[in-house]
């Protein structure tokens, strides 16, 4: 079965924080595939965004003290820059905030529930008495009842990849401030998933496409029972739930983010002057719409955006195939943000190339089970396998053409059977790459790429062309006309890998910057004239240690605030004109200071321990005046003063001497 057209998309990464290597690997290998796909000459799309709904992102706000809109603003355009720099090739990368998202997945939902697939339920879900507000899935965690792992949220356990339900969830605490949640009544709306159980059962069954990770936990998530999923969400960050009486609830991100890859090809379209574009990929039967993501994204890739595809009665595509990928862990354990293990996309990119990197990913992609990054692996990968076979192989062949042979491609004599072994070897390692990556297998398809690479190392060494130059200069001229067939095939098959490396070794061999897959095994003919080479990679010099204190040097460099940041705050010396205790507060004291604006300011500061109200009043201080203004006990507070501490004591910091109120500190 030929492929024609396939949409290509990879999970929508949640961004309240920045991806470490990890979240990458989907993204990653959709775009391996994608630019398979464009070198065979297939319609291709690909497409993803940023998840900017859901806990994730409300709770890091809420961390943060600013809006979900304000973070996830400021992520999503410091990812879509950091892709570009990965040379993530996206037709379109979007966001779950993007009206056409929006819409759509409102009227596809009011579709769903007008064929009767969805219903409402009163239930008790967890409150904290202390936020006061209802915990949907992320803000409440505990210890999964199934596998005990202790950071299970109110959702899913990430651990096991269950589905949870927060009743079920042992020792539950609020996320945000710990609290022992209550269990309160509040309507929401379910989806009647038990209804597509033979459907769903026969799809997953019948695919041929299914790794077997995503085939059998699927298979045996159904035979476990499907359960009606809770659709909606007390929260007021996210898509309004469209359900007549859901007012003031919004969906839950699983239900809206997968129908992302629907609208982002209609965004696509749209953009592009083709509204009715996107049908050819979501209705066309031969359209193939191929999913990567990561294992804890499985139910709601072969169950929840089937059965929701299914809801709508209107013949749909299916996700042709789900390729999942294991975890990759960092030296040995689970990245982690908090506790600073993992490599973050933007510090990767600040250490090396992002063509070490994709090779190393690629080449240690977690298919069967989870894999390993270590210091080790990335040197031996980029030293062993870019430096001294790939780069090294390229940068020999290259220089001994452009010294002996003028530039040019030699004309080759007679071909002995090492040579003719050669030249079938390259014909074999195009089918080998080219059959890995038709079935998903990245990581054997990188595999063999190098192999062909090492391969002309050993034909270059077994030929010894610096040699023959002198007694024998026809055979020469064979070896190097049979060696720049190799860079030739390289150029080409490279390309889905390591990009910016395969455009650098067409431009040193002359060739067009777009080539089609099957160019890899067209000769170059004698004469072709090719460029100077440049050495393609840098071997790292450095330990595994010096590598990691690198990483930690970068880290301590970001945290740092910079010369400009400094500047931006507004620093003034303030005169104290009044002060009132706060009721009800044992520490608070409200000030009110003549800061030279026309209006006197406030500040609410927690020093009534340290000071009595008339020694402060008339004292010189220091403020920071352009904060945002924040509420304590119902007063604004516009201001913040400056003050030491030691322990238990405090000093307020004032100038050396009475200054008009208002001078800048500088
Ligand atoms: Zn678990
Ligand atoms: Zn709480």
């Known amino acids: 079965m030929k492929l024609e057209r396939v949409l290509v998309t990879s999970a929508w990464p949640y961004i309240q924080h920045i991806l470490h290597l990890g979240n990458l690997l989907p993204i990653l290998s959709a775009d391996v595939m994608a630019r398979y796909y464009r070198l065979k000459g297939y319609d291709v799309l690909f497409v993803s965004g940023s998840d900017v709904h859901g806990t994730p992102i409300e709770v890091e706000a809420v961390r943060q003290g600013i809006s979900p809109k304000e973070l996830t603003e400021k992520n999503h355009e410091r990812v879509v820059d950091l892709f570009k ?38 239930s008790e879900l967890p409150y904290c008495p202390k936020c006061k507000r209802f915990l949907p899935d992320r803000f409440v965690e505990g210890e999964c009842p199934y596998c005990g792992y202790k950071g299970a949220r109110g959702d899913q356990c990430e651990q096991c990849g269950r589905l949870l339900d927060p009743t079920k969830l042992i020792n539950a605490h609020c996320s945000i401030c710990g609290s022992q949640p209550l269990f309160r009544k509040t309507l929401h709306w379910y989806f009647d998933l038990p209804k597509f159980a033979d459907q769903l059962r026969e799809y997953i069954a019948n695919n041929k496409q299914f790794p077997d990770n995503a085939r059998n936990f699927s298979l045996k998530f159904i035979e476990e029972g499907l359960k009606p999923r809770p659709m909606t969400r007390d929260s007021d960050w996210g898509i309004p739930a469209p359900f007549p009486g859901a007012e003031g609830k919004t969906l839950y991100v699983w239900f809206e983010n997968v129908l992302g890859y629907i609208s982002a090809t209609i965004e696509y379209f749209k953009r592009h002057g083709d509204p009715d574009g996107w049908r050819r990929f979501w209705f066309d039967k031969d359209a193939k719409i191929l999913c990567f993501i990561g294992k804890d994204n499985i139910p709601f890739h072969t169950i929840i955006f089937p059965a ?61 089970s989870d894999t390993n990054f270590t210091w080790k692996i990335f040197l031996e990968k980029v030293n062993s396998d ?15 053409i452009n010294n002996y042979f003028d530039g040019e491609v030699p004309k080759p004599g007679r071909l002995d059977k090492i040579d003719r072994e050669m030249l079938n070897a390259i014909n074999e390692y195009f089918r080998r790459v080219d059959g890995c990556l038709s079935g998903f297998h990245i990581q054997a398809a990188t595999k063999n790429v190098i192999d062909l690479a090492r391969e002309g190392n050993r034909y270059l060494n077994e030929k010894k062309p610096w040699k023959t130059i002198k007694l024998d200069p026809q055979s020469a001229a064979t070896t190097l006309y049979v060696s720049v067939q190799i860079v030739k095939a390289l150029s080409v098959l490279l390309e889905p890998f390591i990009p910016s490396t395969a455009r650098k070794i067409r431009e040193f061999l002359n060739l067009p910057g777009k080539m089609q897959w099957e160019d890899a095994i067209v000769p170059l003919e004698e004469g072709h004239k090719i460029g100077k080479a440049k050495p393609l990679f840098e071997k790292i010099n450095l330990s595994e240690e010096e590598l990691q204190e690198m990483l930690e040097e970068i880290r301590a460099l970001e945290e740092k605030v910079s010369f400009e940041e400094f500047s931006r705050i507004d620093m003034r010396v303030g005169r104290i004109i009044g002060v009132e205790r706060i009721p009800r507060s044992k520490n608070l004291l409200k000030l009110t200071i003549d800061v030279g604006m026309a209006d006197p300011k406030v500040a609410v500061a927690g020093i009534s321990k340290y000071y009595r109200p008339e020694e402060l009043l008339n004292r010189h201080i220091i403020v920071v005046a352009n904060l945002k203004p924040k509420k304590i006990f119902g007063i604004e507070s516009e201001v913040m003063i400056l003050a030491a501490q030691h322990d238990d004591e405090i000093a307020l910091i004032q100038p050396e001497k009475p200054i008009r109120p208002g001078s800048r500190v500088r």
């Open 386 to 400: 870019l430096n001294d076979t790939l780069g090294n192989f390229i940068h020999r062949t290259l220089t001994f």
């Open 308 to 368: 929701l595809l299914l809801a709508t009665h209107e013949d749909y595509n299916l996700p042709w195939n789900v390729s999942t990928n294991e975890w990759l862990n960092f030296e040995g354990q689970k990245s982690s943000k908090s506790r600073k293990i993992g490599i973050w996309i933007d510090e990767a990119l600040k250490m090396f190339p992002a063509d070490y990197w994709r090779y190393t990913l690629m080449a240690n992609r977690p298919e069967t």
């Open 85 to 122: 720099k990965w040379m993530i090739s996206f037709d379109n990368y979007t966001t779950t905030e993007s009206p056409v998202h929006k819409e759509f997945v409102m009227n596809f939902h009011r579709k769903v529930a007008e064929n009767g697939y969805v219903f409402s339920q009163e």
